[in-house]
């Protein structure tokens, strides 16, 4: 079958390990579910992977993407939940020490075919296109993780997104504004803050710039760049819920207001396969639907993952295999 995967892995030049070509099928063990890709997501993960950031290079070739929305062998629409947790394991899948993402040891979704524990497998409702549904188990479960389960936004609260064009970020926005919440956003770029304000953000500042008041959560994806203005933006008892570290994982944090303030930093990593199931109820209801910049052949991959190194992105780069 075709694939998008990684042959070698370079830190610096994460393209360079990055191949097109015959793989054979996933083995589809007892338990599982081989699925028919029909649109498969690309994520930051995706080229931290080609870095060689959470891919061993003992388990090369490797089949990348962790997002997949496509159908069963006995004709169902699913989506793919991509955490994989040990089959003995019943908590909360995100907490199990042993779990992976799809593409860290069983093969990814860049392909014609992926093989998914047949717990991992969520409904894909109608309303939604397959191009639209792989959007949704990474980034915008992330999202929804953060603000819902984490950060627990309700209406009307103010709420602070770093960073404007990223696959986090945009689902952070619409997220948040169709939950009712305030949502400001900072941005180094100027030019996307017109797209996030059509996305319901409230208001869009340079980033780093004084807010107009001090909001109840903030929003972290961008890491060493940010994190000083986040812990600084946030009101005494806010919430800063931190996913990603796009700039650098080393930030400085004034302790003081942390416990002064008596803020809560938290963590937060993908999400449930039951957040994803109301993720995609939530978007049912509401008509939702996530950002997609571009869709492209997997044939052309290489020119997705391309966009999104160099920042060149707003939504969601989409594969059809
Ligand atoms: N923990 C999880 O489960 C999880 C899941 C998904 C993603 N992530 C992580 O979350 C991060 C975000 O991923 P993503 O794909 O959504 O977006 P991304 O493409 O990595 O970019 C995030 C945003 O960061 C801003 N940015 C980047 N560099 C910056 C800098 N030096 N200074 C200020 N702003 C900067 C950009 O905003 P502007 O261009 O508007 O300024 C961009 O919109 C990644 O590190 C990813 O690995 C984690």
Known sequence: MFAAYASSLDAADPLAGLTLGERPEPPVPDGWTAVTVRAAALNHHDLWSL???????????????????GVTDDGREVLVHAVVSHPDWRDDETLDPKRTLLSELHPGTFAQRVAV????????PSALSFEEAACLPTAWLTAYRMLFTQARVVPGQTVLVQGAGGGVATALVALGAAAGA???????????????????????FATGARLPERVDAVMETVGAATWQHS?????????????????GYVAETELNRVFFLQLRVVG??????????????????????????????????????????????????VFTP
Do not use: H, Q, Y
């Open 117 to 124: 524990p047949s717990r991992n497998l969520v409904p894909k």
């Open 268 to 317: 937060s990593t993908m999400g449930t396969r039951d957040e994803l199931a109301r993720l995609l109820a939530f978007c049912e209801r509401t008509g939702l639907r996530p950002v997609v910049d571009r869709v492209l052949p997997l044939a052309d991959a290489r020119d997705g993952f391309a966009a999104l190194d160099a920042g060149d992105v707003f939504g969601k780069v």
């Open 182 to 204: 305030r949502v400001w956003v900072t941005s180094r770029n100027p030019s996307k803050a017109a797209r996030v304000t059509s996305l319901g953000a409230d208001e869009v």
């Open 51 to 69: 870095r060689g950031v959470g891919l061993d290079p003992s388990r090369l070739p490797m089949i990348l993407g962790c997002d997949a929305a």
């Open 231 to 247: 812990v600084r933006s946030l009101r005494p008892g806010g919430t800063l819920v931190v996913s990603g570290a796009t700039s």
